[in-house]
């Protein structure tokens, strides 16, 4: 049986640190936790700013000097560049008429169900940000890894993003990420592990017309980013179906167990928390390619009371935030 390490905190370790007087911020991220898998997985931390995180970039390493007698050392230092991410604000609020509450004869049951449905549209939400959210097009959000790794040649990190030979109308990507120190999330300093939830209690709402009602009110808050402090803790395989059905047909072409052998092969030997993640239809495709094959690359184990899909010792999550209709990349 494999156990969970802690030496990487999440989220909802973040949210159990803050005690009693924090039960509610808990609940919220044990909801957001359950909602969301990458959550599970995903060392966060806090971050060195009250909007956002510093950090240096490692873009090369030091090179050291071999030794005679009476010889020198050819002073050298490691490469970095500046780097501040910011956090992603995601709001949501929740209105919900007192008197349809109270049909039931448990307002509060009610509400925590209407809560639990507006919670699961924001951890969606910033499932997918975390893959392919980009400040460019849209500042209020942060910035994932797809606008990071999106060329196969030409940037120092190409060599973590692996592109099939075809050019298919309908792609995927599979990812692997090793959280850790130099790859994580973080929510602002000072903050509550980035969450915030207010009951407000009845509250006469507008409408679009200028008619008034009384609805029950709550508001979530929840502050997020993603820092990639060393490119090479995160690898990105990008594929066409067309691929993936000339290999299940013909047997011909790379297959995806072949490029999730590569992305392996990408990561440094460093510290860290190695997970697969790819979209329902990529497991789909995973799984039938495997039983054309001798080998098995795939098991199943249990990890906190819970059945797991390894691969080579790797857990592979499923995620509706990575998309199956991505444009192929350009280079």
């Known amino acids: ?31 957001l936790t359950l909602q969301n898998p990458i959550l599970q997985d995903m060392t966060v931390t806090e971050g060195n700013m009250t909007t956002g995180h510093k950090f240096l970039m490692r873009t090369g390493v030091a090179l050291p000097t071999w030794m005679k007698i009476n010889g020198y050392i050819n002073p050298t230092k490691s490469t ?32 925590k169900n209407q809560e639990v449905g507006a919670m699961q549209g924001m951890t969606d939400e910033m499932a ?22 999106n060329l196969s040649t030409g940037n120092e990190n ?3 993003v692996i592109k099939s030979d075809d050019a298919a109308t309908t792609n995927s990507d ?26 407000m209690g009845i509250q006469l709402v507008t409408n679009s017309s200028g008619a008034k009602a009384k609805r029950l009110v709550s508001t979530f808050d929840w502050r997020l980013g993603l820092a990639i402090e060393d490119w090479r803790y995160a690898a990105r395989a990008h594929f066409g179906y067309t691929l993936a059905d000339t290999y299940l047909s013909a047997g011909t072409g790379k297959s995806i167990i072949e490029m999730m052998i590569q992305l392996e092969e990408r990561m440094p030997t460093g510290p860290g928390r190695p997970v697969f993640y790819m979209s329902r239809k990529g497991m789909e495709y995973l799984r039938m390619q495997i039983l054309k094959k001798v080998g098995n690359n795939l098991t199943y184990e249990t990890v906190a009371g819970k059945p797991v899909t ?4 790797i857990p592979v999550v499923r995620t509706d ?9 350009t280079a």
């Open 80 to 111: 970095s560049i500046p780097v501040q991410q910011s956090c992603g604000h995601l709001a949501q609020m929740c209105e919900i008429d007192p008197e349809l509450a109270d049909l039931g004869g448990n307002r509060a049951a009610f509400v």
């Open 174 to 199: 599979i990812w692997l990420a090793k959280w850790g120190p130099w790859l994580h999330g973080f929510f602002p300093k000072g903050t509550r592990a980035g969450l915030e939830y207010q009951d």
């Open 1 to 31: 049986m494999t156990t969970l390490s802690v030496e990487n905190p999440t989220l909802l370790d973040f949210a159990r640190e803050l005690g009693p007087d924090g039960k509610i911020i808990t609940d919220i991220a044990e909801v």
């Open 310 to 313: 390894m691969f080579d010792g």
């Open 321 to 329: 935030a990575i998309l199956d209709n991505q444009s192929a990349l």
């Open 158 to 160: 190409s060599v973590n």
């Open 128 to 149: 997918q940000t975390l893959f392919s959210g980009n400040e460019s097009t849209e500042p209020e959000a942060f910035t994932g890894f797809g606008p990071y790794y």
